[in-house]
């Protein structure tokens, strides 16, 4: 990656930015790896810093969220097994991990949000089937607790598991919510 960014003008100058040292520093053991997980990219070819958001290949067929994002939970999977087998973590926290759909309230006041609730639960497993293969995962951290400001996009999605009326910040626990609750009260997936 170092010759390829090189050449193509990225890192014009290679790695001359390290100094003496550096790579000492950057090869203290750590205590745990933070992992924030969405979705894949699937890629066809080699692409440029800048075109990297843009270049997706679709994948027809599978499911998406509103963020355009597809569903894989075989991803989390295969990262925290690789992460394991390959660079021996010592501790993984999946710091991250969420989706955006924008269920509202029905007639009844309940957020049915069945694909959100279904999220989790597909992540969870994929955890759950790392941990039986022997990774070390110590923790798994929704995105996010309840529907926010996400950075770029102001509050066009909904990430949380509890739903916000903004006009009158009114807080309702959506379905993914209290699943998350039982999940975590039980110690374990259904």
């Not at 599978?62 to 660079?87: C, K, Q, S």
């Not at 989706?99 to 969870?124: I, K, L, M, N």
């Not at 990430?159 to 309702?172: A, C, I, L, P, S």
Request: hydrophobic fraction near 30%; include cysteine; aromatic fraction near 14%.
């Amino acid at each position: 990656m170092v010759d390829y960014y090189t050449s193509t003008g990225k890192l014009p100058n290679g790695l001359d930015f390290v100094q003496d040292g550096d790579f000492d520093i950057i090869a203290t053991p750590n205590d745990f790896i933070g992992i924030n997980n969405y979705t894949r990219q699937r890629m066809d070819g080699m692409l440029e810093l800048d075109d990297f958001q843009t270049s997706a290949t679709p994948n027809p067929g599978a499911e998406y969220t509103e963020m355009n994002w597809e569903v894989y939970p075989d991803g989390l999977y295969d990262l925290i097994n690789r992460l394991h087998f390959d660079y021996q973590a010592p501790k993984l926290y999946i710091t991250e991990s969420g989706c955006s759909y924008g269920d509202e309230p029905d007639a009844d006041g309940r957020v049915r949000d069945d694909r959100r609730t279904r999220y989790y639960a597909r992540h969870a497993d994929a955890v759950h089937r790392a941990i039986q293969n022997g990774a070390n995962v110590a923790g798994m951290f929704m995105w996010s607790l309840m529907d926010n400001f996400e950075w770029s996009l102001g509050y066009c999605q909904r990430f949380g598991m509890v739903h916000v009326d903004y006009e009158t910040q009114k807080r309702t626990i959506k379905d993914s919510g209290w699943w998350y609750k039982d999940t975590i009260a039980r110690n374990g997936l259904e």
